[in-house]
């Protein structure tokens, strides 16, 4: 009999579901895991360095808003957020989507074909148009194509989305081995020309406007459209939107459209309006970072505004502290992984909730006393994580 | 004859790392976990044996003594698996204990991985303040690359089958072994189980933690090997940051192509590697190389639709492929 | 007589919350014998089962088996009383043989080898009687060759007492005696055999003795030869009882929707409606009675436009026009383009007629949303109607920006209830409306649907408690197997009358 008890006895940690905090409780798990993993971050940056932790965080500081930084930190989370803002209502649908690299790249191609082109013999403004309008639509079919498979047969979209990436960067390859006979992998300002002109002289102003716009316009968009209420609704439900009449092929492949298209918008604020120059890089793992900051903020497009600054505020800052310490440039990409790997645990905590069995311990002890301790219900403590 | 017997070993030298990084995949995804970090991973696992190696060389260098090959093999692969481990276990205990979403989680661990390589190949002789000048590990990988001691005396024959370091044979025999356990043993039966039907291996009395653990940390570490791989035996030993390129990559596609299935993936490695390098051998203008560096994407892409619109139930991912397990959800 | 007894239960009782599943349950298996449970839905005849298996544990009581006291926490130290459980969703892996499924888990002795396997599974195939090719992958498989795999698991492991959880449910009637045969057969040899089931010919044609659960409790366990179906019937359903409901007369009812010859299967291509056939009035409720999955689920939905037939026709008429329209493989959407008000509250609520995550208002518009040109959502009607119906079905909640999945189950209902009323319906069906529910949000509920009854909606009810149908009904079709056993007035029908109808189709008008 008592052996039989041994063996039943409930773990140490039970876990258990729950409902979810409260919105307030939840920021506070977030907060402290990040706070954490900046500590985490700051000690390792100090192991490496040998630096002072605190000229160290000035030099981050500076690294993000130092003098003539601060506006080149802006566009930067400009063109993250606005990569982010594509991939999102395809995730508010549950379509996991990570091809947004090859989406955005295959718009900034399209962007980069009609400035190579055309560059000489149009004039700005039917330039700018016909350079949008390919871009858009380009993305958008990077982004259909495998909406249509998944919404007729199922069709693992992760997989297929990753793989759409890779063609797409061949395809720039290829462009790039057209247009520059002289095996450069850059296709550069030279052969495009300007795309699209500064906006009151002021430079990525224009891109930093039209980011700034999408964001309101994809946050009505999803709040407040019957479109974006469809999306919510597949997402949550497809049993719930076949009841109530949704045909959800058709906001699948609808969804993927837009997704794709704001991709394609992507790329042609990058090429068109920054680079002004074309390579397979060109996005810059944009299109993956994206997905951290759309889910990190919890598919709102607001909320998702101060995800992209976290990010690219950390990525800006230990540029800075690489450069200055001599140290390569990917040190940044370690201390962004860390705070990744914080912030994705602490889903944990707000999701989850943990039963600590003190009496798991206690029990060994009466065993060894022959008590049937085992008959007693078993206490459980509850332990709030915060 | 000769170009197409240096084209079949260039490239099998080529699929190597895709091979390793497909088949730890495969191990991993059979027990229902979509490691996207899989690219992060491999570059870990070169980094660490960098590390392990350049230690190694350097101890040499400054007491005077030859490098031992012995050792230097060793080491670096200790290195490799320890790292590759190391990242993994980041990557379960996310998605396996805090149940994290395993598509984030693995691009994170991409990102994480790739900057740790990079960084260390960059920064190494900096933070040692070592005096060389630059991460050149010639004398390591000739140990790496030490071919069987019959290679260059059986002529065509000898370069199509022995010409390579032990590396490429093991990239081999661990996909074979793979393939084995998974189909004819106990414990492939059960970690199957886990991939398609968490639930009912649970109802069996199966341990589904501590099988997707070890199956993804095993998997990681294989992975890793691909890249150690790369830098010790393809690369001669030198570190280019971004090296690699996207061939983590090219090894989740493959395990899409072959089905995941490991020995699938050995003839599907061959074929991507050759598809990688066929614009060497081939008098098409330049531009057609990316073209053909496409192939194994779009052919990986038609496998994927051909096998959802045709169902067959034998094709297919495992059924609970990128979906957490908790026991208590109903 | 005491030796010879394999398993006893002695004062089990179980409660989940504030419900009493079990209380006091006494019961005992002699070896070698086959003892039917029976009882309603909700008689806690699965709970009693799982408790056997290691599911759940029971809050009081004693288990024996084999004359000596057992703790069983969890299904393997079941099965190390060799106690095995067939439940009614079976555990299978789909890619897998029939061998690797029964070998999953399992640690024999000495090198794991497949055909060694294939080999035992098909001795014990034959040796009892089953047909079964152990290479077979599950996903090939009939429902009752996936049942087979289950209880050769059971049987592998070496099982001497197994519990069948409904077993006959999904099977067709050839193959029902096809399993009965092996059952015998199983008893033959030793085995103690636990069949739950709720219908009376089985229990007569397959157990020696008759176990009767109801609300929980233990009525009697009987020799089935010394009983006949009629006594058992009332031993199942028990003594009516006056819930009070009030039920006016119809006021002058005219047909609203006409099914004829409803045929539906489902993926695994089982028949789930064989020639349904009624005609729902308006300004009367008609139950919907049957053992749970006797098809009332597709039936409701194929009105919905949720399922695909295989033939017959569904005709609404117009209470306006007296227009005819066909409603049969038409979408939801394109039902409601037709104009006819259709409401439909499904079994389902949090899966299919709600979304947990949105609030009380996201959830109004559900149904509503489209309504206008426009291409932006109106919130304020669905605010105002969250808050009407906050109000006046007394939904207990923060406010109406709560999300819907942190309602208690019966203020889940409501809103429910309340947003497919509030589209003011022709035609209202509800499936199970008060599961789950305490009695007071139970009656509002009665009340709603007499409300609508009495507004001229034809209201299909579907229900599960005999007393509340023939209370609340005006008429009541009753289900079996996916056929229509019978349709009765429920002003004048017996509760018996309904049980028997309930559990076998032939000979019952």
Redesign the interface.
């Known amino acids: 009999?008592n052996e039989?008890?041994k063996?039943?006895r409930d773990p140490f940690v039970r876990?258990?579901?729950r409902?979810g905090v409260t919105f307030g409780k939840a920021c506070i798990v977030r907060a402290v895991c990040i706070a954490v993993a900046l500590l985490l971050c700051a000690i390792l940056t100090v192991l490496?360095t040998g630096q002072n932790p605190l000229v160290m965080f000035a030099t981050v500081f500076k690294g993000a808003f130092g003098k003539g930084r601060g506006f080149v930190t802006l566009h930067e989370a400009a063109l993250l957020l606005c990569v982010s803002l594509a991939v999102t209502p395809a995730f508010r649908m549950r379509f996991?989507n990570?091809g947004a690299e090859g989406q955005a790249l295959i718009g900034g191609l399209a962007t980069a074909v009609i400035m190579f082109l055309f560059h000489d013999r149009m004039s700005t403004f039917p330039l700018v148009l016909l350079m949008t309008v390919s871009a858009v639509v380009a993305g958008a079919i990077w982004g259909v194509l495998p909406a249509i498979?998944k919404a007729h047969?199922?069709?693992?979209e992760?997989?297929?989305t990753?793989?759409?990436?890779?063609?797409a960067?061949?395809?720039?390859?290829?462009f790039?081995?057209?247009a520059d006979k002289s095996?450069s992998n850059v296709v550069s300002h030279s052969l495009l020309g300007d795309g699209i002109p500064n906006l009151f002289g002021v430079q990525y102003l224009f891109n930093i406007v039209v980011v700034a716009l999408l964001t309101v316009v994809l946050y009505?968009y999803l709040q407040?459209?019957?479109?974006?209420?469809e999306i919510?609704?597949v997402g949550?439900?497809e049993?719930?939107a076949?009841?109530?009449?949704?045909?959800v092929r058709k906001v699948i492949i609808r969804t993927m459209i837009l997704s794709g298209a704001i991709c394609g918008l992507a790329g042609l604020l990058i090429v068109g309006g920054a680079s002004h120059s074309i390579d397979s890089n060109i996005i810059k793992?944009r299109g993956?970072?994206a997905?951290?900051v759309s889910?990190l903020g919890k598919f709102n497009p607001l909320y998702m505004i101060l995800t992209t600054f976290l990010l690219v505020f950390l990525a800006r800052g230990a540029d800075e502290v690489s450069t200055i310490c001599?140290?390569?440039?990917?040190?940044?990409?370690?201390l962004?992984?860390?705070i990744?790997?914080f912030i994705?645990?602490s889903?944990?905590f707000i999701?989850?909730q943990m039963h600590f069995n003190w009496s798991f311990f206690e029990r060994e002890k009466n065993d060894e006393a022959g008590a049937f301790s085992a008959e007693k219900p078993a206490q459980t403590d509850e332990k709030e994580e915060a | 004859m000769t170009v197409l017997i240096t084209f079949i070993q260039r490239a099998i030298l080529q699929a190597t790392p895709l091979l390793f990084g497909a088949t730890g995949e495969i191990i991993t995804e059979k027990s229902g976990n979509?490691n996207?970090g899989i690219p992060g991973i491999m570059y870990t696992g070169a980094i660490s044996g960098v590390i392990g190696g350049f230690f190694y060389q350097n101890a040499c260098q400054a007491a005077g003594y030859a490098v031992v090959p012995i050792i230097a093999v060793l080491i670096p692969l200790l290195c490799s698996l320890v790292g590759s481990l190391l990242v993994t276990l980041?990557y379960c205990?996310?998605t396996i204990t805090?149940?994290?979403?395993q598509?984030?989680?693995g691009?994170?661990?991409?990102?994480?991985?790739?900057?740790?390589?990079?960084?260390?190949?960059?920064?190494l002789i900096?933070?040692t303040k070592s005096d060389v000048p630059y991460v050149a590990l010639t004398k390591i990988s000739l140990a790496f690359k030490k071919t069987l001691p019959f290679a260059s005396k059986t002529g065509a024959f000898g370069t199509l089958f022995f010409s390579y370091g032990f590396l490429v044979y093991l990239s081999i025999i661990l996909a074979i072994v793979a393939a084995i356990v998974l189909n004819k043993t106990r414990v492939g039966l059960h970690l199957r189980a886990v991939g398609e039907n968490p639930a009912t291996a649970d109802a069996a009395g199966i341990n589904v933690t501590k099988y997707k653990y070890f199956a993804t940390a095993i998997g990681g570490m294989i992975a890793g090997l691909g890249g150690l791989f790369f830098v010790m035996d393809y690369s001669g030993g030198i570190w280019a940051?971004n090296g690699f390129g996207?061939r983590g990559?090219?090894a989740?596609?493959i395990v899409?192509f072959a089905l995941w299935k490991p020995n699938f993936a050995i003839p599907a490695s061959f074929l991507f590697g050759g598809l990688y390098i066929l614009y060497n051998y081939i008098s098409a203008s330049?531009?057609?190389?990316?073209?053909l560096?496409?192939s194994p994407?779009?052919v990986?892409?038609i496998a994927?639709?051909l096998t959802?619109?045709r169902?067959n139930r034998e094709k297919q991912?495992p059924a609970s492929l990128?979906l957490s397990y908790?026991r208590?959800?109903r | 007589m005491a030796e010879n007894i394999a398993l006893q239960l002695k004062n089990i009782s179980k409660h989940f919350g504030t419900i009493m599943a079990n209380r006091k349950v006494d019961l005992d298996l002699v070896r070698g014998e086959i003892l039917a449970v029976l009882g309603e839905n909700g008689s806690g005849k699965t709970t009693l089962m799982n408790m056997i298996a290691g599911i759940y544990y029971p809050d009081e009581g004693q288990i024996f088996v084999d004359g000596k006291?057992?703790?069983i926490?969890?299904p393997k130290?079941a099965f190390e009383y060799k106690i095995g459980m067939i439940h009614q969703h079976f555990k299978l892996v789909d890619i897998f043989t029939a061998a690797e499924n029964i070998a999953l888990g399992m640690h024999d002795e000495g090198k794991f080898d497949m055909a060694k396997i294939e080999a035992s599974v098909a001795e014990l195939t034959e040796k009892f009687g089953f047909e079964m090719d152990p290479r077979k992958k599950i996903y090939q498989m009939s429902v009752s060759e996936k049942q087979t795999v289950e209880i050769l698991k059971i049987l592998y492991r070496g099982a001497d007492i197994l519990i069948l959880d409904e077993p006959t449910a999904v099977l067709t009637p050839q193959e029902i005696d096809k399993l009965f045969a092996v059952l015998r057969r199983m008893r033959e040899s030793g085995k103690s055999i636990i069949i739950i089931t709720h219908k009376l010919h089985e229990v007569m044609a397959i157990s020696d003795r008759v176990a009767v659960l109801r609300r929980g409790e233990h009525i009697a366990t009987v020799k089935t030869a010394e009983v006949s179906e009629a006594e058992l019937t009332e031993m199942m359903v028990g003594k009516k009882i006056s819930l009070n409901i009030d039920r006016t007369e119809p006021k002058n009812p005219t047909d609203r929707l006409i099914v004829k010859n409803l045929n539906c299967f489902s993926i695994d291509g089982i028949q789930k409606l064989s020639s349904v056939s009624f005609t729902a009035r308006s300004g009367e409720i008609l139950g919907i009675a049957g053992i749970a999955g006797s098809g009332q689920r597709e039936l409701l939905e194929a009105i919905?436009?949720?399922q695909h037939l295989s033939g017959g026709e569904i005709t609404y008429i117009d209470p306006q026009t007296g227009v005819e329209e066909n409603l049969r493989d038409k979408?939801?959407?394109?039902?409601?383009e037709l104009g006819v008000r259709l409401s439909?509250v499904?079994e389902?609520r949090l899966?299919?007629?709600?979304?947990?995550?949105?609030d009380i208002v996201?959830n109004m518009?559900?149904?509503s949303?489209?309504r206008g040109r426009?291409?932006?959502?109106d919130?304020k009607q669905p605010s105002n109607l969250a808050d009407e119906i906050i109000a006046s079905l007394e939904v207990v909640t923060p406010s109406s920006h709560t999300p819907v999945?942190?309602l208690s189950g019966g203020n889940v209902q409501k809103v429910l209830v309340g947003r497919e009323i509030a589209a003011a319906p022709t035609v209202l069906m509800a499936a199970y409306p008060v599961r789950g529910l305490d009695i007071n949000s139970s009656y509002m509920i009665y009340n709603l649907l007499n409300a609508q009854k009495e507004n001229g909606v034809a209201v299909i009810f579907v229900g599960e408690d005999l007393d509340v149908l023939l209370e609340l009904c005006d008429r009541i079709l009753v289900l079996c197997g996916g056929k229509v056993s019978g349709i009765v007035e429920g002003r004048k029908a017996k509760k018996e009358q309904v049980g028997l109808m309930m559990t076998k189709t032939e000979g019952v008008s």
């Not at chain 2, 805090?98 to 979403?101: D, G, K, V």
């Not at chain 2, 330049?286 to 073209?291: D, G, H, Q, T, V």
């Open positions: 009999m039989q008890v063996k039943t876990i258990t579901k409902d490496v996991w990570i498979f047969w199922g069709t693992n992760t997989l297929f990753l793989m759409m990436n890779y063609i960067i061949r395809l720039v390859e290829w790039l081995k057209i095996g009505i407040y459209s019957k479109h974006g209420y919510a609704v949550e439900s049993n719930t076949r009841y109530v009449g949704i045909n793992g993956f970072t997905i951290m889910w001599g140290l390569n440039s990917s040190f940044s990409d370690i962004t992984g860390i990744l790997f994705i645990g889903e944990f999701h989850y | 979509l996207l980041i205990f996310l805090l149940r994290a979403n598509n984030v989680t691009l994170a661990i991409t990102t994480f991985g790739t900057g740790l390589g990079n960084f260390f190949g960059g920064s900096k933070i940051n996207d990559w090219l989740i596609a899409i330049m531009a057609l190389i990316p073209i560096q496409m994407y779009v990986t892409l994927l639709v959802s619109i169902n991912p990128g908790f208590e959800e | 006291e057992a703790t926490r969890s130290d919905a436009g949720l979408t939801p959407q394109q039902i409601r439909f499904p389902d899966g299919m007629g709600l979304v947990g995550n949105m996201d518009m559900l149904r949303y489209r426009s291409l932006f959502l919130r999945r942190r």
